[in-house]
């Protein structure tokens, strides 16, 4: 069983950065195909980066291309997502997710894609 532990949130001034962690157990790290998704409230899951655990493509979304970087390391089974210039709209909790295989582009940032989720971590920005 696949499990994920989040971590890294906290609150920041408009324009700050922060960086989760997301510790990964129960799999070998290099079969899964992993993401990040925030969920703000009254809004659905969005993703927000996405990469592949054998050190393959990784993307983000043009909402945060240049201010957002997914990142690995597999040595340590744990991915990340560096964020800068974060914005009140972003407040959210963030969730780490992963699937045990590859899929298409456009599958990457849809929830239903994924498998395994861990329980978030919330990213509060105050204006």
């Known amino acids: 069983q696949v499990q994920l532990v989040e971590s890294g949130g906290g609150s920041v001034q408009a324009g700050g950065s922060l960086r989760l962690s997301c510790v990964v157990s129960?799999?070998?790290?290099?079969?899964?195909?992993m993401g990040w998704f925030r969920q703000a409230q009254g809004k659905e899951r969005e993703g927000v980066g996405a990469?592949?655990?054998?050190?393959?493509?990784?993307f983000v979304p043009d909402s945060v291309k240049d201010r957002f970087t997914i990142s690995q390391d597999s040595a340590k089974n744990t991915l990340y997502l560096q964020m800068s210039s974060l914005k009140p709209e972003e407040t959210a909790p963030y969730f780490c997710?992963?699937?045990?295989?590859?899929?298409?582009?456009?599958?990457?940032?849809?929830?239903?894609?994924?498998?395994?989720w861990g329980q978030g971590t919330q990213v509060t920005v105050s204006s």
């Open positions: 997710a992963a699937r045990e295989s590859w899929t298409s582009v456009a599958g990457l940032f849809r929830e239903a894609e994924y498998k395994y």
């Open positions: 990469i592949d655990g054998a050190g393959g493509p990784k």
């Open positions: 129960g799999s070998t790290y290099s079969r899964l195909t």
